[in-house]
């Protein structure tokens, strides 16, 4: 099969070749394909024959039995005009059925789709209408596995359907002025209603004066789209509402921010010269209309896949960072009480780094907020484990055992909450190795987290001390070294410049680690991981008189620190390691 998917129109035109039409009424479904990417990404022929395969089988069949007509097919998504509002409906859950008998055996795929109706205009093979942008739109609200119809097709189908409808509620649609009362079916709407997420799109990057056409610009969105689509901070658009955008993806972000309703916009272009490309790129708050960050890379043609895989790789480090920056500033203009679960969350991340008492309990708070206003989002549950790990290894634990048993149970709530969430899986895999040195459960925690987004800065990061405990302390350094790669401007560096640092010195190589140390004090003076292991590596490194400074203020952060207690548990696999760190310690002035 090749790379792209043909599906003839129902009178054997094909779409490039159809002319303006008169207007009709139809009933329009919008399907999206979930997991689409993150399977191409790991085999893509194998993707595409089981997508052909799902097509033929189940897809195709069904739309030909209730008359519908094909008029827009992506890679992960497909538009469908329908006679009967019934048509539309009965067809769109006839393959969610399917779908949903055969997803334990062979089909790892998921859709979602939305309906709408009302008058459309074809025009060169394309379907233009307000029911058109609607149904777009309701899709990206629906569920996997789920459909989300207007109010007008719930009353056309109500006394013909045994399928209950459950309300949404009225739903502001960018680009569409009135509210749209939406419902749901076979699935509960999803949490991101609830959060309200920050939305972003991937605009196709314009290929300037390229006759090869836009295949190097279309992978590369279609890259960061999959990578983007694994941060659970971020709600993602799909390449189906993005792809009719082509021709203005330099233009009027008004536009594309009525025809979207994202927030956040990335968007660039390709130049090629000779062997050489060069890419620019641009993220836009589309309110502001505010650059918050652009950059220009350029590289060779003969790398062009690796090349492409790097640029992605790139530009997703820095869009989160950026995105989070511009959202904690939006919703510092927020009263208390109107912050919504994800708003709490972010404020909590915000403080809970800060690492001053004060702020740093203000975190457990906001995390503790966000729970309460949205039990089904994980990721809060995730730093709330986090917070009580952090609480004890800074020393100011009153019952640590309170706080150990704590840690536990978020770390688990999270996973339990969505155990594809790497987030979750990372914090519960830190959780394991530092308290319990349960390394077994920890490698799984970060293997998984890692499958599952395999571009998550936190999953590398949070797995090199585990190997580190382990002795495996190059292994340590290569994941945190990526985890450098995928997000060189977070803002908190000072955590993965700290595990730098424990790898080295684990691995005896001290100046290396003084390195990172030194580095992680500038991020944050007050990290008491970071001070304990740049006290010992000065001590190893024979500089005795600055490692008493920083012991002083090691003792200044956590007055109660006692070697023998804090090395008779820490998290080293080998004993001999725990007494070589006792040894450091106890030389660089620390109470035994």
Not at 420 to 447: M, N, P, T, Y
Not at 489 to 497: A, I, Q, V
Request: hydrophobic letters at 40%; charged letters at 25%.
């Amino acid at each position: 099969m090749s790379n792209v998917i043909h599906l003839r129109l129902r009178d054997g035109h094909n779409a490039a070749e159809m002319p303006l039409s008169a207007r009709r009424w139809a009933a329009i479904a919008m399907m999206d394909l979930v997991g689409y990417t993150s399977q191409a990404e790991l085999d893509l022929a194998g993707t595409l024959r089981r997508w052909g395969m799902l097509l033929e089988s189940h897809i195709e069949p069904a739309i030909d039995r209730y008359r519908g007509e094909v008029f827009r097919l992506l890679g992960d998504g497909m538009l469908i005009a329908f006679p009967t509002a019934h048509d539309a409906l009965a067809c769109v859950l006839e393959i969610q059925r399917k779908l949903a008998v055969q997803e334990g055996e062979s089909l790892p795929f998921k859709l979602r789709g939305a309906i709408d109706a009302g008058e459309i205009v074809v025009w060169k093979g394309d379907l233009h209408g307000t029911a058109v942008v609607i149904s777009a739109r309701l899709q990206e609200f629906a569920a996997p596995g789920g459909v989300i119809v207007s109010e007008a097709i719930k009353n056309l189908v109500c006394d013909r359907v045994s399928e209950p409808f459950c309300e949404i509620g009225d739903l502001q649609l960018k680009g569409i002025e009135r509210r749209v009362r939406a419902y749901s079916l076979l699935e509960r709407p999803p949490d991101f209603i609830a959060r309200q997420l920050p939305s972003i799109a991937v605009l196709p990057f314009v290929e300037v004066d390229s006759p090869e056409g836009s295949y190097f610009g279309d992978g590369m969105v279609e890259d960061i789209v999959n990578a983007l689509a694994a941060m659970p901070e971020l709600f993602v658009i799909s390449r189906t509402s993005t792809h009719s955008l082509r021709a203005c993806a330099e233009g009027d972000l008004g536009r594309i921010r009525e025809s979207l309703g994202v927030r956040y916009v990335l968007s660039g272009t390709v130049r090629r010269a000779q062997h050489r490309i060069v890419i620019t790129a641009r993220l836009t708050d589309t309110e502001s209309l505010r650059v918050l960050w652009s950059d220009r890379v350029d590289g060779h043609f003969d790398d062009i896949f690796d090349f492409q895989e790097s640029i992605s790789r790139q530009i997703v480090g820095v869009i989160a960072p950026h995105v989070r920056e511009a959202e904690l500033k939006r919703i510092a203009r927020k009263r208390p009480e109107n912050l919504n679960a994800y708003d709490c969350f972010l404020r909590g991340l915000d403080l809970v780094y800060r690492l001053k008492p004060e702020q740093f309990n203000g975190a457990k708070a906001m995390f503790a907020r966000a729970i309460e206003l949205d039990p089904n989002y994980a990721v809060p549950y995730a730093y709330s484990a986090l917070w009580h790990a952090i609480r004890i290894g800074q020393g100011w634990s009153e019952d640590p055992e309170a706080d150990r048993n704590a840690a536990r149970y978020f770390a688990e709530a999270g996973v339990n909450c969505n155990e594809r969430d790497a987030v979750c899986q990372s914090v519960r895999g830190h959780v394991a190795a530092i308290q319990d040195k349960d390394f077994k459960l920890a490698i799984e925690s970060f293997k998984t987290a890692i499958d599952v987004s395999p571009n998550s800065a936190m999953a590398w990061t949070r797995s090199s001390p585990t190997y580190s405990y382990l002795g495996d302390w190059k292994d340590g350094r290569l994941r945190a070294e990526r985890g450098l790669r995928l997000a060189p401007l977070d803002k908190h560096l000072f955590y993965t410049y700290t595990v730098l640092g424990l790898a080295s010195y684990t691995g005896e190589e001290y100046e290396e680690a003084i390195e990172w140390g030194r580095k992680a004090l500038v991020e944050n003076p007050y990290f008491t991981a970071n001070l304990r292991f740049l006290s010992a590596s000065l001590v190893a490194a024979g500089r005795n008189d600055e490692a008493r400074q920083v012991a002083g203020q090691l003792l200044q952060v956590e007055p109660g620190f006692r070697v023998d207690k804090f090395c008779a548990n820490y998290a080293y696999k080998e004993p001999e390691r725990r007494k070589l760190l006792a040894a450091h310690l106890k030389a660089a002035g620390l109470p035994e």
